[in-house]
């Protein structure tokens, strides 16, 4: 039944798709986690509707403007976070409630039809374009040529002060991160919607966490708790006739209620 | 030529109105062991912040090893963040964090000759046996071990600790100081300590900085262990008492008028 319903292009498309997306929110996930930026996922994925509605209003592919729309925010969240000392939390419910606002607006400009942008709040993995599959495809890409940073991620994750006092620089490369961690939400709010995707980013490394002894480990275990519950899910979905971003996160939920008592010890 | 590894020339630092330090002004002689003392709120931090080039002073300047902080190699800087701001919940194994000392980034795997630098280092700090043990599973005192393991792998010129011994019972406080004495005398490397126990420091510190947001001394430890503005702060325990309200109290052992800022302080 379900090497079947690969032969269907929509699910071919939605299993590629759902994949690249898992792969590249499980990677960033533990740096998300470690950091208490848990509502970052949120709060970015809110943001991009604010660009989604943009693209709407523009009458051009929503994600061309809710890319760039959305970096500008994740930029300004780290800048107003060195410069104010406002903490993170704060200043990414400032941008996202602000975006949020101009989403509305900008719909609300929109003469006629907007549905497109609703399909964005609540994610459809099998409405997955080819177009889509390329931009997914393009920003996992480019996240593999992040992959030289993730020892300097982590070590600021660890101990911002240690990476400062070894001349890192920080600031810098916390930037490129957000931009990394922005772009790679934009492209996954089509396949989960922005309303699930926090869970995303949270539940495979918090699921990882459990049996994780090393950073490198919980970072492993995050993709692959990713990508196993976008395969179960989408086919589980499949068979149960049941939307998949939402019960691709409840195989998620699933794993992480399994690997609860079975978390190791410290020590 | 001068000997001074560190000179501190009449800084002043500000945040909005709030006035961080004032005019500071010392210089600090290769191989010293600098304790930094002060209540809560003196500019401690601060100060150690200015000296390893993570801020810029509002006014004045240093020069660390004949340059400027910025740009004085991290590889030969062993600095030790207060335990109080490390994340216990980050999953690492103890040696991870000493292999940081040699990379400058997180460890995903560790080569044989760096297992084999850190397990050195942490065998000099007596933490060797705890290498794989996870860090939420260290006690304050032997994680305090595994950060003076990852500076001293490096073997650092100059060794900058915030506050190393808080949290320490009195045989782990006196197990750091024989540590950094030994590490010192073999290298002589120059250490800045900001601390509260003037105690534990006033015997193993070549000098003290007496600071509240303005320099209030800086000399040779036994010179400032009778300087009366110390000894009201500390009291009789050599623990830190209450701070700017201790003039009035009962034990005090000076007058409250006996210390004014002073100017430069050149020691040697």
């Known amino acids: ?267 | 030529m001068s000997d001074m590894v560190l000179e501190v020339r009449d800084i002043s630092m500000r945040f909005g109105l709030v006035r961080a330090l004032e005019g500071v002004s010392f210089s600090v002689p290769r191989g010293a062991f600098v304790a930094i003392i002060g209540p809560n709120g003196a500019g401690k931090s601060t100060l150690l912040q200015i000296i390893l080039g993570l801020q810029a002073p509002t006014e004045g300047a240093v020069t660390l090893f004949g340059g400027p902080p910025a740009k004085f190699p991290a590889r030969s800087l062993g600095y030790i963040p207060q335990l109080k701001t490390i994340d216990r919940s980050f999953p690492a194994k103890a040696i991870e964090l000493v292999v940081t000392g040699l990379r400058r980034g997180w460890p995903w795997y560790i080569r044989k000759d760096e297992r084999e630098a850190a397990l050195a280092a942490m065998a000099q700090t007596g933490v060797d046996a705890l290498a794989d043990r996870q860090i939420a599973a260290l006690s304050g005192g032997e994680l305090q071990r595994v950060y003076l393991a990852r500076s001293l792998v490096r073997k650092p010129t100059l060794v900058v600790l915030d506050e190393p011994t808080a949290g320490m019972d009195a045989m782990g406080e006196a197990d750091m100081y024989h540590l950094l004495a030994r590490y010192q005398e073999d290298v002589d490397a120059t250490i800045l300590m900001i601390t509260h126990d003037w105690e534990g420091a006033r015997f193993h510190a070549s000098h003290a900085l007496l600071l509240d947001r303005q320099l209030i001394d800086f000399g040779p430890s036994d010179e400032i262990a009778r300087n009366e503005r110390l000894m009201r702060m500390f009291g009789f325990t050599g623990h830190i008492e209450s701070t700017h309200n201790s003039t009035n109290s009962a034990d005090s052992p000076a007058s409250p008028d006996a210390a004014t800022p002073n100017g430069d302080h050149d020691v040697s």
Do not use: C
């Not at chain 1, 900008?106 to 709040?121: E, H, N, P, R």
């Not at chain 1, 961690?181 to 492209?187: L, Q, R």
């Not at chain 1, 995303?200 to 993709?223: D, K, N």
């Open chain 1, 1 to 267: 039944m379900f090497l079947e319903s690969l032969e269907m292009p929509f699910m071919q498309r939605a299993l590629i798709g759902g994949i690249l997306v898992g792969l590249l929110s499980s990677y960033y996930g533990p740096i998300v986690v470690q950091r208490r930026l848990a509502f970052l996922g949120s709060g970015l994925a809110h943001a991009a509707f604010g660009g989604v509605a943009l693209g709407v209003l523009l009458s051009v592919h929503p994600l061309w403007v809710a890319v760039p729309f959305t970096v500008l925010v994740a930029l300004a969240i780290v800048w107003v976070r060195e410069y104010s000392g406002i903490e993170p939390d704060t200043t990414i419910g400032i941008f996202f409630s602000v975006s949020m606002a101009l989403g509305v607006i900008f719909l609300s400009m929109k003469q006629g039809y907007s549905g497109d942008a609703f399909t964005y709040l609540f994610g459809s993995i099998l409405a997955i374009t080819t177009t889509d599959l390329w931009i997914t495809g393009g920003v996992a890409v480019l996240s593999l040529l992040t992959l030289p940073l993730w020892n300097r991620w982590a070590y600021a994750t660890f101990d911002r002060s240690l990476a400062q006092a070894d001349r890192l620089p920080v600031f810098r490369e916390d930037s490129l991160l957000f931009v990394a961690i922005a772009v790679a939400i934009v492209v996954s709010i089509k396949v989960v919607g922005i309303v699930l995707m926090a869970a995303f980013l949270v539940l495979p490394p918090a699921a990882a966490r459990l049996r994780a002894r090393t950073f490198f480990e919980m970072t492993l275990l995050s993709v692959l708790i990713g990508l196993s519950s976008v395969v179960v899910g989408l086919f589980a979905s499949y068979a149960l006739d049941l939307p998949s971003g939402p019960v691709i996160i409840l195989v998620q939920a699933a794993i992480f209620a399994i690997l609860l008592p079975l978390r190791r010890r410290t020590g």
